[in-house]
Structures are given as C-alpha cells and as structure tokens.
C-alpha cells in the first residue's frame, strides 16, 4: 500500500487525486492533507479519507477546523509550517503537489529532503526553482513524477528509451478560450469568457494561463528541466482535440506520443501507480467517432505568453520567476476586473524588461525576486 500526502486536497488536481484514490482503496491510503481555506470541502475530506493531519493555510480557518473535527483523530496544523509538516510525515511514501503558487516551493523542497517522491503538479517548483530541485532529487534518490498531462505523455512516450537521443518535445496545447481570435477580438474580453476551456476541467488560474498560453510557455520551461532539453528543443503544437497530449521525436526521426480522452485522473494514476497501470474509471477513446486529429502553429504574435517563457529560460537565473510572479498577479487582477486580458502580457513584459538578472539564484535570491515584482506591479499599475 502506498501512503500517500496531498498538498492543495481542496484545488482541481487535489479533489480528482481523492477521486483516484476512492477507486483504488486496497493501494492507496491518505496520511495527510493540506488547503487554503476551504474548510468546509476539507472537513469532508477529512472525514471521507481519514488522514492523521491535515493542514489550512489561514491559522483562523485552521483554529475553525480544529472545532468542526474535534471527535476525529486528526492533526490540524496551519500557516507554512503546517504545509511542511504536512509532507514530511513519516508515514507518506509520495507527495502530490497540487497547490498553485509560488508558495509549493519550500514544502516541496522539504519533501524532497525527507525522501518522499513527488508527484509533480505545482509547475511553479521548476518553472522558478528547477535548477535546484532537480539537483536536490537527484541528491535526495527520489522521483519527480509529472502530474500535468503534457509532461505526463512525454515521460510515458520516453519510458523504455533509456539512452535513445530526444530530437524533439512536441508539447501540445489546446489554445484555450480563445484559439484563432486576433488581438482586436481580446481586448474586451471578461473574465467568464477566458474561464472557458473547450477540453480541460481546470482550477480559474490555470484556465486563464491556458487562454493566454502562458500555461504552455511555463510548461516549456518545465520540460527543459524534467527532462533535461534545450527549450529549442521543444515546439509547441496546438491540438485542438486534446488527444495527442504530448509527444517524442528521437534522432531517427520516429515519433512516440500518448493519446487518450481529457481527464486528469490519468496522469494523477499513472504517477501514483509509477511503473504499474490500473484500471481507471474513465471514458474510453474512440477514434472512430473522433475523425481526426489536427495540429496548428501557435499565433505567438496574438498569443505572447510561450515567447516570455523561451526568453526567461534563455537567460535562466532569476528571469522566470519574474515572469511567473508577474503572471501570476497580473492574473488575479485580470480576474478581480482590474485590467483587462491583454494588459496580462503588459504586465509580464514590463517586469521582465526592469528585472537586473541573478545568475545562479537561491531559494532566498527566489522568493526576493517575487517579492520584488509584487512590489513594481504596485508602483506601476
């Protein structure tokens, strides 16, 4: 039986996680959970999976918590502490890092220090902090296994071609909301508009990175650290379908790629279950009634986010944690009406171009670097 500790049990990733695990109870068993404020949704869990400690981020929601599950046997611990104990307990055997934000980092970190295996969904870990947590992995003799469906598909399409030369990453994209709109058409677009994804159930923050194609430019900058490539190594294709999820060019020029319907469940399974398969509650794949599948150039010149992301990871060092906390503020303003939608990209280029390069950052040099892009998106907007 694998123990396993879920941080962001109350988010899209987390909730599909406790889904997996209720069809597979005889495998798996949850030790502890970790949320934002969501305690009602948390409470249920709770008393659904049984952990031994749960964790809320806000210490008042936490200090409620602690009240409402007073005849349960569970730990409820709080603030960034809480997340870290979370992850560190004894009993886990694997850590899903389903939290969003910059703020998976540490516990992450601390996960790895404790020998737990991650199974990788907070794309802010790599995306700022890749060149140390790969080397702590690597140090550590733990796994990362990618939870996000594109990486997911890459790292099957590679399983068994140990030492066979990668030419390509094909990294496949839905285009969001908004896929094959001019720059005229989104300059008045709402927030509801960008919230709908036409494949993919995905938490808000995601769905508007995914119609801004931010998500894809972070998600180049993941797979150059998962797996190891040059990001001019990595082409994005936009599959309007989402069934090819991503794919391998190897130096022979064959192609391996991983199909299968838009759930999420599959890669949270497959990265819990890492080598086995299982079988999944899930539709099945009919490619009789799909048609056919079809592969676009992305519009990078409508659609800006994958080219601040090649930028970043060119320069390396503290340049794409600026633009991740640029994206990430600029995208809670977007949604609480503050700018509208193109004004995201403005916000992104404008930090990255007043941001003075740290080569070589630290967890310190990283957070600071966030910090200091909160602050000049105060002062300017």
């Not at 008393?47 to 981020?57: E, I, S």
């Not at 516990?107 to 700022?128: F, H, Q, S, Y």
């Amino acid at each position: 039986m694998k123990h396993i500790a879920i941080l962001g049990s109350t988010g899209s990733i987390g909730t599909q996680t406790l889904d997996v695990v209720s069809q597979h109870e005889e495998d798996f068993r949850v030790v502890s959970l970790a949320a934002g404020r969501n305690i009602d949704l948390l409470e249920k869990q709770i008393r659904r999976f049984q952990p031994k400690l749960a964790a809320v981020w806000d210490k008042d929601r936490a200090q409620e918590l602690r009240i409402r599950v007073r005849d349960l046997d569970v730990s409820i611990v709080s603030g960034m502490e809480g997340l870290i104990e979370a992850v560190t307990l004894p009993q886990a055997d694997i850590v899903v890092t389903a939290i969003v934000g910059m703020i998976g980092i540490r516990p992450t970190m601390e996960a790895i220090r404790a020998g737990k295996d991650i199974a990788l969904a907070n794309k802010e870990t790599l995306v700022t902090a890749g060149h140390l947590i790969m080397k702590m992995a690597g140090k550590a003799g733990i796994s990362i296994l990618p939870v996000d469906s594109e990486h997911s598909a890459i790292f099957q399409s590679l399983h068994g071609e140990k030492g066979n030369r990668i030419r390509r990453i094909l990294l496949t994209a839905s285009g969001g909301a908004f896929r094959g709109c001019s720059r005229s058409q989104l300059e008045n677009v709402r927030v509801e508009d960008a919230l709908r994804n036409p494949n993919w159930d995905m938490g808000p923050k995601v769905t508007i990175d995914s119609a801004t194609m931010v998500n894809k430019g972070l998600e180049v900058i993941e797979a150059r650290w998962l797996f190891d490539v040059s990001p001019d190594r990595i082409q994005i294709l936009v599959h309007p379908q989402s069934v090819v999820h991503s794919a391998v060019e190897f130096e022979d020029h064959a192609v391996i790629a991983q199909m299968g319907t838009p759930d999420m469940r599959l890669p949270i399974q497959y990265a819990l279950c890492y080598p086995d398969r299982k079988v999944l509650n899930t539709d099945v794949l009919d490619l009789f009634s799909l048609g056919q599948l079809t592969f676009e150039k992305p519009d990078l010149s409508v659609f800006r986010g994958p080219a601040f992301a090649y930028e970043a990871i060119r320069a390396g060092g503290s340049l794409p944690t600026v633009m991740n906390a640029a994206n990430e503020m600029a995208v809670r303003m977007f949604m609480q009406g503050r700018i509208s939608f193109l004004q995201i990209y403005d916000i992104i280029e404008d930090c990255m171009s007043r941001h003075t390069l740290i080569p070589d950052p630290d967890l310190d040099d990283i957070l600071a670097a966030e910090e200091w892009t909160y602050r000049l998106i105060e002062s300017r907007w």
